[in-house]
């Protein structure tokens, strides 16, 4: 299970950080990634960690306002999201998917594990 927190209100400029605790298995044998979803539009794929060396993809949307990072210990991975812009107003998501041998590339989808979402909302 996957519980996404950490979403709210904040100014353009500002920053937050989401959490994603997993329970009843251990995230690190897995790729686990943040996905947001603005009204409208497609579900949008933001940043991700694999499994198996740490590596970790970015949109290129976000890239460089955008941090993933993981705490083994408290099975638990986050985004540090800073210089938010409206645009990047959203449902985050945090899923992570059985199919590690792909790393970040899985097919995400139906067969991965999905969290509920958080809201980020970015006024102008």
């Known amino acids: 299970q996957l519980q996404a927190s950490g979403g709210g209100l904040v100014q353009e400029g500002g920053s937050l950080r989401l959490s994603c605790a997993a329970s009843?298995?251990?995230?690190?044998?897995?790729?686990i990634a943040w996905f947001r979803r603005a009204p409208g539009k497609e579900r949008e794929g933001v940043s991700c960690?694999?499994?198996?060396?740490?590596?970790?993809w970015t949109a290129d949307s976000v890239k460089g306002r955008f941090t993933i990072s993981r705490d083994v210990a408290k099975n638990t991975m986050y985004l540090q999201m800073n210089s938010l812009k409206p645009e990047d107003t959203a449902v985050y998501y945090c899923?992570?998917?059985?199919?590690?041998?792909?790393?970040?590339?899985?097919?995400?989808?139906?067969?991965?594990?999905w969290g509920q979402g958080t809201q980020v909302t970015v006024s102008s």
């Open positions: 009843g298995f251990s995230s690190d044998r897995y790729p």
């Open positions: 960690i694999s499994s198996s060396d740490g590596s970790t």
């Open positions: 899923a992570t998917d059985r199919r590690s041998a792909y790393g970040c590339f899985v097919p995400w989808g139906d067969d991965s594990y």
